[in-house]
């Protein structure tokens, strides 16, 4: 079946400076990704649509110089979450849609950011 | 946004079986109705898709009446990992916009 790889799983860093998280999909092409969060005991909130080869599509609220979204190719979109703070700390989910078949969209493990 | 209604939590002992009921009144024609499984700190995983009547899979059972606007997950004879979050969702042509979700707690 589908697989969406995230990397990495879970990282701690200091605030200021800026995380990468990619996310791949590996047995599939997706032309478009997607990007959410989730805090503790919430659900996951939609951050932004990722298009590769175009820009990407900001909910609401979601900064887009802060968190910079990057779609170079048909199997890897990477979230940067730059000059990050404490409260950027959360549970990071991408997640992919297999167009052929049943069009289902499949999820990451998440990458779970811890700002000091 | 794509609303969907569920239980906030349920409870049940293992062995049992559970339906989790969603709402959805506004479906649109070309919505399916998904629903997502989600343990502590992964993401979430598919667990059963469904138009309308019944779907069947090796994990679940899916229940949509002919008005769609509601839908049933069955979960049979439930076992203690399958605490977990359940989230039912309107499948159309915009992201998957996620609720709440139903905390199912199984009871040894």
């Known amino acids: 079946g589908a697989v969406v790889s995230q990397h990495p799983s879970w990282v701690i860093c200091k605030s200021g400076t800026s995380v990468k998280i990619e996310c791949r999909s590996l047995d599939f092409q997706a032309t478009t990704m997607f990007w959410y969060r989730q805090f503790p005991k919430q659900s996951l909130m939609l951050m932004a649509t990722?298009?590769?080869?175009?820009?990407?599509?900001?909910e609401q609220g979601v900064e887009k110089d802060k968190f910079l979204i990057n779609h170079a190719s048909l199997t890897l979109s990477t979230l940067t979450v730059t000059s990050a703070h404490p409260e950027d700390s959360s549970f990071y989910i991408c997640?992919?849609?297999?167009?052929?078949?049943?069009?289902?969209?499949?999820f990451g493990a998440g990458s779970r950011l811890t700002v000091l | 946004l794509a609303k969907t209604t569920q239980p906030i939590s349920m409870d049940s002992y293992e062995g049992q079986e559970v339906n989790i009921t969603c709402s959805h009144n506004?479906?649109?024609?070309?919505?399916?109705i998904t629903w997502y499984q989600q343990f502590p700190s992964q993401g979430p995983r598919f667990i059963i898709q469904?138009?309308?009547t019944k779907v069947t899979n090796e994990v679940a059972s899916l229940f949509i009446p002919a008005d769609r606007k509601s839908s049933t997950l069955s979960l049979p004879r439930v076992s203690l990992s399958d605490t977990a979050v359940y989230y039912c969702?309107?499948?159309?042509?915009?992201?998957?916009?996620f609720g709440k979700g139903t905390r199912l707690s199984v009871i040894a």
């Open positions: 990722s298009n590769e080869g175009s820009k990407a599509t900001y």
């Open positions: 469904g138009y309308k």
């Open positions: 969702l309107r499948r159309g042509n915009t992201p998957l916009v």
């Open positions: 997640s992919a849609r297999q167009t052929a078949g049943a069009n289902v969209l499949t």
């Open positions: 506004n479906i649109a024609t070309n919505d399916y």
